[in-house]
């Protein structure tokens, strides 16, 4: 099995197990929408798409599996690398890659490294599509608009 594939098996066998229904269909849409749109501008920037995809999947997936979203990017990191490394198929470097991106991805006002931005970039920008009547969460406008510039997109 494709490791992307694999990861997202471990991801709808965690939200299948959401008791509550809307964060079962919020943890879908959002997850696979981060994923999907690090890929995007994984391609974009040159970066690895699938371990991009990968971070993008298992970002939040802490809050997804415990219903609490206190301190998940840690917990989520820490999830993240319970779950690369018992699939057996992600090298140390790899997960280090990862887990590094998804411990930083709440920290938006600050600059790490690419992968890490990558994520907090493509965090900003799911939010941003699921709905973009909506008005933007707080700190995240600055990114947005260096987003949509990046992809020639103009804000709605």
Known sequence: MD?????RQVVDEILHEQPD????R?????????????????LKRGQDVELCAVAGMLHDVWTYKSGDPAD???L??????????????????EIAA???AIA??????????????????A??????LYNPTLPVQEGEQDRLTQILEELTVKEA
Request: with cysteine; glycine share 10%; proline share 1%.
């Open 3 to 7: 490791r992307l594939e694999a990861v």
């Open 21 to 24: 229904l809307e964060e079962h």
């Open 26 to 42: 919020c943890g879908f849409v959002h997850l696979y929408g981060v994923s999907a749109t690090c890929a995007l501008l994984a």
């Open 72 to 74: 998940h990017a840690r």
């Open 76 to 93: 989520s990191a820490r999830e993240a690398e319970q779950i690369l490394g018992e699939l057996g198929c992600f090298g140390p470097d």
């Open 98 to 100: 990862v887990c590094g």
């Open 104 to 121: 930083r991805h709440s920290a938006k006002a600050e600059q790490d490294g690419a992968m890490d931005e990558l994520l907090k970039d």
């Open 123 to 128: 965090d900003v920008l799911q939010h941003f």
